[in-house]
């Protein structure tokens, strides 16, 4: 499909799919979604996105690289609803490390995206009722829906658990990933009542 000196094909639809799906994300994040050889490959590709107006770019915090976003153009060719993402910088960390596990664990587990539901997905299909708690993503593998939750800051003690008792009666299993000492040491007080599984996020990082 040729659009104004570019010519798309099937990948550049996948990465607006994957960009929508998370409402932003890094390079990094579409070089491994959207199955890349390397990284510059995929710096090239996105510049020419970029350049043509489906996507735009875009560094929002110091350290942090460009957040890729859909263009009022790239939303349009999707159909989805043509407002633009608000980012939430203190969300923007627990966000980029969401996509880093997503990545872990699809190829931990040798599956795909079609398996797997955001947050964003979940209280979309929940649609208007009041918003209750979602998990980060959900992960349907062998039968099994299982709820994933990245903490990566402490919540009151009473919130935590709550928490984890919704996901609890919703879903067959619930891992928990953190770096964070005070949620690891609820998470645990919370392992003799609810079962739940805890991963430390480094493990993670040092698999990625």
Excluded at 42 to 50: I, S
Excluded at 59 to 83: D, E
Excluded at 127 to 155: S, W
Aim: with cysteine; glycine share 4%; aromatic share 10%.
């Amino acid at each position: 499909m040729s659009q104004k000196g570019i010519e798309l094909n099937e990948r550049d639809f996948y990465i607006f799919k994957i960009i929508f799906m998370f409402r932003y994300c890094l390079g990094r994040h579409i070089k491994q979604l959207a199955d890349f050889s390397t990284i510059p490959a995929c710096d090239r590709r996105l510049k020419k996105l970029v350049e043509a107006k489906y996507i735009e770019r875009k560094r929002h915090i110091w350290g942090i690289p460009y957040l890729y976003t859909l263009s009022h153009k790239g939303r349009a060719i999707l159909g989805v609803n043509k407002k633009p993402v608000t980012i939430k910088l203190e969300q923007v960390t627990h966000d980029i490390t969401v996509i880093d596990t997503v990545i872990y664990f699809l190829e931990k587990y040798n599956i795909t995206l079609s398996d797997l539901t955001t947050e964003k997905e979940l209280h979309s299909t929940a649609g208007f009722t009041t918003r209750k708690h979602m998990p980060d993503y959900v992960i349907n593998k062998d039968g099994e829906a299982i709820a994933f939750e990245i903490e990566l800051t402490a919540k009151a003690k009473d919130t935590l658990a709550k928490n984890v008792k919704t996901n609890y009666l919703n879903y067959d299993r619930q891992i928990w990933i953190t770096d964070n000492t005070t949620v690891k040491k609820n998470l645990h007080e919370l392992k003799n009542t609810y079962t739940l599984e805890i991963i430390d996020l480094e493990n993670i990082k040092n698999g990625y």
